[in-house]
């Protein structure tokens, strides 16, 4: 269980995050979605470890965060792979970093499986270069699944793909979450109000100030697995896509 | 369980094989051969004015070789490059070489110093903080000023000018290693933090292959500087090599050779130039 207790954090004097309560309980799937500059990325690196909250207490499992750690892994927007390595190669030293308990034989059986999840294993030996960019990202969720973190971070993962390639990556991603792996956890940024319905069990509205951070913590009760097709016609679907939308569209900043 | 085995997606296979560099525009081969041609042919041209200049400077001061007794000396010094008659008489390709082989030395010690220390630099704000004012107040200092100091504290004409390309190449290969280490994007960054990676392997896999094209670059730069400054060098130094050769011409009242050891001073920088240059395309691929 991940709990976030009156967060707190700044940059340059402008409060981005400002007390944050949050409980997440585990094996759920929660989005956080709201406008550019509304701390998002912010509270998942501070849940990640990578940034450090000016005030209030960030927990798993009873374990105070204080810096990044193997029991929680991420997703970059951009794919961030090393470029010099391979894709197997990638997905290995990670693994191999951040579990150095692990013997060599479980983790390179650990790492084979994931690429194979991913459909990346005959591709193994390319360098990220040479794969186009829905393969990149498709590593680094392998990567990250290859830890076999307890609480997995995806910062607008498929952000910067296209939508074939997206919807195949989200149906992916449920399907490595649900069936593969021992991640229990997801937080997931986006800035797709449909990705975020069609993949969360909660999700989480943020806000620019001087709005509260949190606005609104929207239930899906949608039963999985769902079909990304038909999943669209339902009452719940729309009801939570009309919600999000009224809240996002009050909270446009007057500038834009 | 079950494990998926997707296809990529459409989208994945038109997109393609992807984000690797576009083969460059093919120009056909009849192209390719009027551009080499038309460009032969524009530095043709080029030479040529560049040469009746030279004839029009040289009439009107007549201690200047002309185009004529400059390429007749070139020649001349080209026929027996190598001899070798005594430490005050040996070919010109012996004293290049001997330039060569002083400017190498410099330039290794300041590689296998500088690229370390810029790393160090590059990858702590302290030590960026402690070396880089250090750094500053050096670089703009001509090499030779540290002649005397060489001389006075390794008490030899050749080590001295050892020393001074050394200190020639320190700075632009510290600065672009620091400048490349220091540049690591804050993803990489970010992945090394979240995967625990350890030093050495961050070391490894992130920093030097992402400042590689700098240190290349760092290094290019230092080696052009190097060949520049060792003529001024073994000027001083008046020992051996082709700094030694120009002066000593000089001396002799040959100016015509002073002329040719300009052109194959230049030849020879434009080699080592090209060298850098491949590598750096090399690094960057």
């Not at chain 1, 029991?71 to 997905?91: C, E, G, T």
């Not at chain 1, 692990?102 to 360098?127: C, F, I, P, Q, S």
């Amino acid at each position: 269980m991940l709990e976030l207790t009156n967060v707190w954090k700044s940059f340059n004097g402008q409060d981005v995050l400002r007390g944050v309560d949050l409980a997440v309980s585990q094996g759920e799937f929660v989005s956080f979605i709201g406008h550019s500059g509304c701390g998002k990325s912010t509270l998942l690196n501070v849940v990640g470890g990578l940034l450090e909250a000016d005030g209030g207490e960030v927990s798993l499992d009873g374990r105070a965060i204080t810096g990044p750690g193997p029991d929680r892994a991420m997703v970059f927007q951009n794919y961030s792979l090393l470029p010099r390595l391979s894709l197997l190669a990638n997905v290995r030293e990670a693994a191999r970093a951040a579990r150095p308990e692990r013997k060599a034989a479980v983790n390179d059986e650990v790492v084979e499986r994931y690429l194979t999840a991913v459909g990346l294993w005959e591709h193994r030996n390319k360098r990220p270069a040479q794969v186009s960019g829905g393969m990149q990202q498709r590593t680094a969720v392998a990567r990250a699944f290859a830890v076999g973190p307890r609480l997995l971070l995806l910062d607008e993962p498929f952000g910067a793909l296209d939508a074939l390639t997206r919807a195949r990556l989200q149906q992916q991603l449920i399907e490595l979450w649900q069936h593969e792996s021992e991640t229990e956890t997801v937080l997931m940024v986006t800035h797709g109000i449909d990705e975020a319905i069609l993949l969360a069990d909660r999700i989480v509205v943020m806000a620019n100030p001087p709005s509260p951070s949190v606005l609104d913590v929207i239930p899906v009760d949608l039963p999985r697995p769902r079909d990304r097709t038909s999943v669209i016609d339902e009452p719940a679907f729309r009801m939570v896509q009309e919600r999000l939308m009224a809240l996002l569209t009050a909270e446009e900043p007057a500038a834009a | 369980m079950t494990i998926v085995h997707p296809t990529p997606t459409e989208a994945e296979e038109l997109s393609g094989r992807p984000a690797t560099d576009p083969p460059p525009a093919k120009v056909k081969g009849s192209g390719r051969v009027i551009r080499f041609v038309a460009g032969i042919g524009w530095a043709s041209v080029g030479l040529a004015a560049f040469v009746a200049l030279w004839a029009l400077v040289a009439r009107s001061a007549p201690d200047l070789p002309t185009p004529g007794e400059g390429f007749t000396a070139l020649r001349e010094l080209l026929r027996y490059p190598f001899y070798d008659l005594g430490p005050n008489d040996k070919g010109i390709g012996r004293q290049l070489g001997v330039s060569l082989v002083k400017v190498f030395t410099g330039f290794a010690m300041a590689t296998v110093i500088g690229v370390p220390l810029g790393f160090l630099m590059g990858g702590s704000r302290r030590a960026w903080a402690a070396v880089n004012p250090i750094v500053q107040i050096l670089r703009p200092v001509s090499p030779l000023a540290w002649f005397p100091i060489g001389l006075v504290v390794l008490k030899d004409v050749r080590s001295a000018a050892v020393f001074v390309i050394f200190v020639t190449s320190l700075w632009p290969t510290v600065i672009n290693t620091a400048a490349g280490a220091a540049s690591v994007p804050v993803d990489q960054r970010n992945v090394a933090r979240v995967f625990n990676l350890s030093r050495v392997a961050y070391i490894r896999h992130v920093v030097i292959p992402h400042s590689l094209p700098s240190i290349i670059t760092g290094m290019r730069l230092s080696m052009g500087i190097a060949w520049m400054v060792i003529v001024a060098a073994e000027m001083l130094a008046g020992n051996t090599g082709i700094g030694y050769f120009v002066w000593n011409s000089y001396n002799g009242g040959s100016l015509s050779y002073v002329v040719s050891a300009i052109v194959l001073i230049g030849t020879v920088g434009v080699a080592l130039d090209t060298v850098f240059m491949r590598l750096a395309r090399k690094a960057a691929a």
